[in-house]
């Protein structure tokens, strides 16, 4: 099942390799296109972007096959999200995760990638909303 937090193509490759991964490529290749060969050099954008174990896991999922079975192209011109709703999106459900856990506000933040001050006011949040229900 797609990950409702990522858009288009970044969901896909979060299946396949992890949201921090999807994220890594919004951050490197965000509106722009960019291709994902059958098979990734050490110098090719996508390895060093997310290393080889990642980057092998999405050149093999995108490959494409031809009717005799061999590896015929590769999955090029892809638009990549920018993702910034998405990074935010996995932020706060990040935050809210490490609350719902008990973590201090500075491990909340630390976890998140969110500042303390926006954990204060979401564990605020939060707990007005639960003591409303």
Do not use: N
């Not at 009717?67 to 638009?79: E, I, K, M, N, Q």
């Not at 993702?83 to 809210?96: F, H, K, M, P, S």
């Not at 856990?101 to 954990?119: D, L």
């Amino acid at each position: 099942m797609a990950d409702p937090r990522l858009p288009g193509i970044l969901a896909e490759i979060a299946e396949v390799a992890g949201v921090d991964t999807a994220l890594a490529i919004a951050k490197a290749k965000g509106g722009r296109r960019a291709s994902f060969p059958v098979q990734a050099d050490d110098d090719h954008w996508l390895v060093k972007t997310v290393g080889r174990e990642a980057a092998d896991a999405i050149c093999k999922h995108f490959r494409i096959m031809s009717a005799s079975g061999r590896l015929s192209s590769c999955f090029s011109d892809v638009p990549i999200p920018k993702g910034y709703t998405a990074i935010i999106a996995v932020a706060r459900a990040r935050l809210e995760e490490a609350l719902a856990e008990g973590k201090s506000a500075s491990e909340a933040a630390r976890i998140s990638g969110m500042t303390e001050r926006t954990v204060f006011r979401a564990r605020a949040r939060l707990s007005g909303r639960t003591k409303s229900k």
